[in-house]
């Protein structure tokens, strides 16, 4: 088995806290703090703080703020 090192990728985060901060998170009609995101991998949840990704492919996937923290910083 080999080992790999993920290769530097730039993407493009919105931190999402509420309806309207990024137009790919639909609207859960019976809660106004929840929304879900289509992505390639089926609906997932999206809470207030957690951040939409845009990936490569235009994309958009919700992440946790503490696994965003770990994985990503700001580019200059």
Sequence with gaps: MGRYVKKQLVVEAVQWFKHGDH????????????????????RMRVEPGDWIITGVVGEHYPCKPGIFDQLYEAAD
Aim: glycine share 10%.
């Design 23 to 42: 137009a790919a998170v639909i609207a859960d009609n019976s809660d106004d703090s929840i929304g879900y995101i289509d992505t390639l991998e089926g």
